[in-house]
């Protein structure tokens, strides 16, 4: 496999090899596909009328997946904006949910708190220097974040939508 130099910089600090191939990041691409299945439910879901902002939250999951597979596959020239634009909106929109629906939905925030503190412990191993990084395994660490953090954006969407109209105010308390 030859290491490409025409993208210097994208997927770098990512710790798979860049290689000259249809997805010059195979497994990062895979695992970015991720956000676009979990922004695909997070939408079916708001469709039966849970809220424009749990709706909002699957859009930019899928624009995430859409960019994230760019950056990491075909890497074309727009990839680096495709990749970290929808990042902002997706955080833009959680922090909004966040304000708006923390103390009706705790459990559920605190659910995707807490993946997404384990995603973090998985972008750290999953840095070029970091002494797990395996640039030819398919075990990805990066991987592992892709997945973790649509998880965790799933349950912030969940948390941010509304209940369904006759459910009683008591449902889902203990």
């Known amino acids: 496999m030859r290491v490409l130099a025409a993208v210097a910089g994208i997927g770098q600090s990512d710790c798979e090899r860049v290689v000259n191939d249809i997805l010059a990041q195979p497994v990062l691409a895979i695992t970015s596909l991720g956000y676009v299945v979990v922004g695909l439910a997070v939408l079916c879901w708001a469709a039966r009328g849970r809220g424009a ?11 995430v997946g859409i960019g994230s597979f760019a950056y990491h596959g075909p890497q074309p ?7 970290d634009w929808p990042i902002v909106a997706l955080a833009a929109v959680c922090a909004l949910g ?15 708190g807490g993946i ?3 995603a973090l412990i998985a972008y750290a191993a999953g840095r070029s220097g970091s002494p797990l990084c395996r640039p030819d395994s398919l075990w990805q660490y990066h991987g592992a974040w892709h997945v973790l953090t649509a998880a965790a954006a799933g349950c912030a969407a969940a948390a941010m939508g ?9 449902h889902g308390r203990r």
């Open 53 to 63: 902002l749990a709706a909002a939250a699957g859009v930019v999951l899928i624009a």
């Open 77 to 83: 020239s727009w990839a680096g904006p495709a990749h």
């Open 98 to 112: 966040l304000a708006r629906t923390a103390r009706r939905r705790p459990r559920m925030w605190m659910a995707a």
């Open 116 to 118: 997404f503190a384990i």
């Open 162 to 170: 509304r209940r369904r109209e006759g459910a009683s105010a008591t």
